[in-house]
């Protein structure tokens, strides 16, 4: 065999393996537009789940109105580099469509292929090609792919599709790297797939397409023309956005809520308390949440400890992590997040621009971490002090929202995912007790009076 030979055999070689390897992911405009049915078709019979996605987030991935700003930025700084890129999770089939998903779609019929991540959509993902980053193989058509190996419809074929029964299938977009550099931008696949929830075999759906957390079953029919069944998915995923659906759904808002107060717990313990101060440790636990709090767009989310520490009566002594009158946490608290810097050293929050993850101090699944607290006395305080540290959550920063919003920006709502209340005897010299005296006399009186009665 000559050279020229060699090669021409190794280009072939080559060509092969790559195209059975890649049988790549469904690309931009492969598919004609219209060939997925709108969610209002699928929930004429699956009522239920139609109104649990309606509110949801999968519902507003693509008209979310803060998502679409952050394309249009990440578009314009990128010379559009981004436009199908950002797309293949936000809007997914107007990506397999090729519809420009820059005009926010309103969740009606005739957009069905602007609107976010819907029924037809998930339900006609037949496997994927690598790890996150939307490569799913879609395959729009008439048969469906689910849970069941004994469903029958008289509207669609249905196929059982272990894919969908597992963490797997949300990995597709639930795990994201930079389109350009590769940094992780979204781990939470990754950290499940570390954590214990991973090992004893409990999915994401598990905890996201249950009524609540805790893993209730959730009994009932899918339609009313099917059999009653041990479990039907509830479709609200709820994760921790209470910014958005606070806009769009006062159901999933709360829903939301309850799943940041089921995720952590709090323990707070004096460590030690002199005359000028008290030392206190206070513990989180990640209790509940099969992946790190927070997780997700984690370089936006915030997660802090709030100390306020109040004398007899009742006024701040000294405090952390409150927020300002701009709506900014106090410098110096400790936030659980991830901080990711720009080419330039800066840090970036906008995901675009992310070039290296500088730190990532957030709280892994059924791991605690244990922050010391001091709390300075003002001189002479004998009283009782008494200790409220809440941990706290928002979406996103004030000053990041004020900024890219302009000046018509909204408050972000916070939620108190835990608190724990303690109170510490102040100074343990001086005067012992001056309580002590009282009750003594007290106690005096009291032998006093029933002694006459006698
Ligand atoms: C993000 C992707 C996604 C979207 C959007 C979605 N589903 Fe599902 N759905 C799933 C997954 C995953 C399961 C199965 C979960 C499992 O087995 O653990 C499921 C289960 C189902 C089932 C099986 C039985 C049941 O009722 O639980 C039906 C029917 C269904 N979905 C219909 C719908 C309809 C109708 C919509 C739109 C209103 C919808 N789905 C939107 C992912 C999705
Ligand atoms: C005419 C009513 C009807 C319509 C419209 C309908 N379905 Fe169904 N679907 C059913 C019935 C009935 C079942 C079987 C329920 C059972 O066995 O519990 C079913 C089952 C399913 C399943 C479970 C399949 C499995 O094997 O696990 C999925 C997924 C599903 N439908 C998705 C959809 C989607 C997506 C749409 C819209 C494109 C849709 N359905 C429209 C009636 C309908
Ligand atoms: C086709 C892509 C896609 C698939 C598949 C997918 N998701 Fe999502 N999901 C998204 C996008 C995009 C958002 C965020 C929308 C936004 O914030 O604008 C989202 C949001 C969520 C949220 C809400 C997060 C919050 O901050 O409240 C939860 C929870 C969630 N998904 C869970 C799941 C689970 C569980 C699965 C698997 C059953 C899944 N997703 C599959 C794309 C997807
Ligand atoms: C053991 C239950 C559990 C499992 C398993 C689980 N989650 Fe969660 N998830 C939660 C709880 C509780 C929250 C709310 C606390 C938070 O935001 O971290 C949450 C929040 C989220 C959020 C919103 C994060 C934010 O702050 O914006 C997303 C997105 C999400 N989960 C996706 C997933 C995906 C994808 C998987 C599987 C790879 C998964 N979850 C597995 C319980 C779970
Ligand atoms: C691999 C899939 C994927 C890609 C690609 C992707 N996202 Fe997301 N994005 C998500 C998921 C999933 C969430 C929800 C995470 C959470 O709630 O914490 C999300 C959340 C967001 C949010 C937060 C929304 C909110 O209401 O808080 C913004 C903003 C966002 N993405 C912008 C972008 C932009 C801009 C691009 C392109 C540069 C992009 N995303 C590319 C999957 C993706």
């Known amino acids: 065999m000559n050279s020229f030979q060699y090669i021409f055999l190794l280009t072939i070689c080559i060509a092969v393996i790559s195209t059975g390897t890649a049988s790549a992911q469904t690309g931009f405009g492969e598919f004609e537009e219209g060939v997925f049915s709108a969610p209002q078709v699928c929930g004429s019979c699956h009522t239920q789940n139609f109104e649990e996605w309606y509110g949801s987030m999968h519902a507003a991935s693509n008209s979310d109105p803060f998502y679409q700003l952050m394309f249009s930025m990440a578009s314009n700084d990128t010379l559009g580099a981004v436009d199908t890129y950002c797309p293949r999770c936000h809007s997914p089939a107007s990506f397999v469509t090729g519809i420009d998903s820059k005009v926010p779609a309103t969740i009606d019929i005739a957009n069905a292929s602007e609107m976010g991540v819907y029924c037809d959509f998930c339900h006609t ?6 790890m996150g980053n939307g490569l799913y193989i879609s395959t729009p058509g008439t048969t469906k792919f689910g849970p069941w190996d004994d469903a029958e419809s008289p509207y669609h074929g249905a196929r059982y599709s272990e894919l969908h029964t597992q963490s797997d299938f949300c990995s597709i977009c ?8 590769g940094v992780v931008i979204q781990n939470t696949f990754q950290e499940w797939l570390d954590s214990p929830y991973s090992e004893e075999g409990t999915q994401c759906q598990d905890c996201h397409m249950t009524p609540g957390p805790g893993f209730t079953r959730n009994p009932g029919q899918s339609t009313l023309i099917g059999p009653v ?30 799943m940041l107060k089921g995720a952590a717990e709090l323990e707070m313990k004096t460590k030690q308390v002199t005359d000028e101060s008290i030392v206190l440790a ?6 509940g949440a099969g992946h790190s709090i927070p997780t997700g767009s984690n370089s936006l989310r915030q997660v802090w400890l709030e100390v306020t520490a109040t004398n007899e009566d009742g006024e701040v002594i000294d405090s952390s992590g409150r927020l300002d009158s701009a709506g900014n946490i106090d410098p110096g608290t400790i936030i659980y997040g991830s901080v990711y810097h720009d080419a330039s050293g800066n840090v970036a929050l906008k995901e675009w621009k992310a070039a290296s993850l500088v730190s990532d101090n957030r709280i892994l699944a059924g791991t605690s971490v244990t922050e010391d607290f001091e709390i300075r006395l003002p001189q002479g305080n004998a009283g009782p002090v008494k200790v ?12 990041f929202i004020d900024e890219t919003f302009g000046g018509a920006a909204e408050n972000v709502p916070l939620v108190e995912m835990a608190k724990e209340e303690l109170t510490v005897n102040g100074a343990t010299t001086g005067i012992p007790g001056f309580g002590i005296v009282i009750s003594v006399i007290v106690m005096g009186i009291v032998f006093f009076l029933f002694g006459r009665r006698n």
């Open 229 to 258: 069944r041990e479990h039907i998915w509830t479709h609200n995923t709820a994760g921790g956005n209470i910014f958005q659906t606070s806009l769009q759904s006062p159901k999933h808002r709360a829903l939301a809520v309850e």
């Open 174 to 181: 639930h795990y994201q790297t930079h389109s350009e550099n």
């Open 125 to 130: 993902i037949k496997s994927k090609s690598g």
């Open 282 to 287: 206070v513990t989180v636990s990640n209790t």
């Open 388 to 399: 409220i540290v809440r941990l706290l959550y928002r979406t996103v920063p004030q000053d």
